[in-house]
Nanobody
Framework: QVQLVESGGGLVQAGGSLRLSCAASGRTFSTLHMGWFRQAPGKEREFVAA????????YYADSVKGRFTISRDNARNTVYLQMNTLKSEDTAVYYC??????????????WGQGTQVTVSS
């Protein structure tokens, strides 16, 4: 079992930045691919970004490419999502995910509780 706890969400003005963190416990972190998804009110959950076990490869949704950066620190069992140039359409609950299989679909084995990000225009 893996426990994921997100932090760093909040209210920010359009054009601003936030950094989300996700701390993992319960399984060797370096064996887990990690991802971020988000769900806006009234919309389906969507892929945001993912990173492979050693951080060599990263993948992004087109909507965030060039603005968001996913990274990980295997020594701290933590994955990050740096979000820059935020837009109102980035407003959503952001979920951290983990699993032994890499994916850009919402089929990860483990999910955090989510953290709210609100971007005011």
């Amino acid at each position: 079992q893996v426990q994921l706890v997100e932090s760093g969400g909040g209210l920010v003005q359009a054009g601003g930045s936030l950094r989300l963190s996700c701390a993992a416990s319960g399984r060797t972190f370096s064996t887990l691919h990690m991802g971020w998804f988000r769900q806006a009110p009234g919309k389906e959950r969507e892929f945001v970004a993912a990173i492979t076990v050693h951080g060599i490869s990263t993948y992004y949704a087109d909507s965030v490419k060039g603005r968001f950066t996913i990274s990980r620190d295997n020594a701290r069992n933590t994955v990050y999502l740096q979000m820059n140039t935020l837009k109102s359409e980035d407003t959503a609950v952001y979920y951290c995910t983990a699993g032994p299989r890499f994916s850009t679909r919402d089929d990860y084995d483990y999910w955090g509780q989510g953290t709210q990000v609100t971007v005011s225009s």
